[in-house]
Nanobody, 124 residues
Framework: QVQLVESGGGLVQAGGSLRLSCAAS????????MGWFRQASGNEREFVAA????????SYADSVKGRFTISRDNTKNTVYLQMNSLKPEDTALYYC?????????????????WGQGTQVTVSS
């Protein structure tokens, strides 16, 4: 498994930006696709974005497409989520996850390692 530590969450006004980071350790980082998921209070955890092991392929939830950008730096074992034009409905606990495989997946069941989460709160 992979150890994952998220950072970068916080409180921001609607329309603002945040950049989340996720530092990984424990296995060869570039072999695994990485994903960001979020869970709002009272809701199930949902897919946000994913990136392949090489970084050449990405996938986004429709709700964040055009506003969020996922990227990774395999030399630093870190994946990022740049969030722009934030909305109050983006408020959630954001989790970083490592896939078992190198290919992009939207399915929670494909991810075998999870971070503790970082809170993002967007005020109106």
């Amino acid at each position: 498994q992979v150890q994952l530590v998220e950072s970068g969450g916080g409180l921001v006004q609607a329309g603002g930006s945040l950049r989340l980071s996720c530092a990984a350790s424990g296995r060869t980082f570039s072999r695994n696709a990485m994903g960001w998921f979020r869970q709002a209070s009272g809701n199930e955890r949902e897919f946000v974005a994913a990136i392949s092991g090489s970084g050449r392929a990405t996938s986004y939830a429709d709700s964040v497409k055009g506003r969020f950008t996922i990227s990774r730096d395999n030399t630093k074992n870190t994946v990022y989520l740049q969030m722009n034009s934030l909305k109050p409905e983006d408020t959630a606990l954001y989790y970083c996850a490592a896939d078992r495989d190198t290919y992009v997946s939207r399915s929670l069941s494909e991810y075998d390692s999870w971070g503790q989460g970082t809170q993002v709160t967007v005020s109106s």
